[in-house]
Nanobody, 124 residues
Framework: QVQLVESGGGLVQRGGSLRLSCAASERTFNTWHMGWFRQAPGKEREFVATIDWSVGSTYYADSVKGRFTCSKDNAKNTVYLEMNGLKAEDTAVYYC?????????????????WGQGTQVTVSS
């Protein structure tokens, strides 16, 4: 059972930056994908970004493309989400998730393991 622990959330002003981290409790395999999702109050959880452990290919939601960057550190079993140019609409609880499949997934149902989430609040 893989456990995921997110950190790095907080309160930031509009236009500011934050870096989220997601540490996996054990080594994940190169065929796995790690994803970031977010859920704002009253809304469904939505896809933000995903990265694969092997070559580091990334995919982003259109709403964050060009502002957010997903990266990984295999030695630390950790993935990161660098968020720049934050907007009020980025306010949400951000979740890290793991998909033990080689094919990329961008839906909530595609991921088997989830972290507890970390709050990101962007003030205007």
């Amino acid at each position: 059972q893989v456990q995921l622990v997110e950190s790095g959330g907080g309160l930031v002003q509009r236009g500011g930056s934050l870096r989220l981290s997601c540490a996996a409790s054990e080594r994940t395999f190169n065929t796995w994908h790690m994803g970031w999702f977010r859920q704002a109050p009253g809304k469904e959880r939505e896809f933000v970004a995903t990265i694969d452990w092997s070559v580091g290919s990334t995919y982003y939601a259109d709403s964050v493309k060009g502002r957010f960057t997903c990266s990984k550190d295999n030695a630390k079993n950790t993935v990161y989400l660098e968020m720049n140019g934050l907007k009020a609409e980025d306010t949400a609880v951000y979740y890290c998730a793991a998909r033990p499949r080689w094919r990329v997934g961008m839906a909530v149902k595609d991921y088997d393991y989830w972290g507890q989430g970390t709050q990101v609040t962007v003030s205007s």
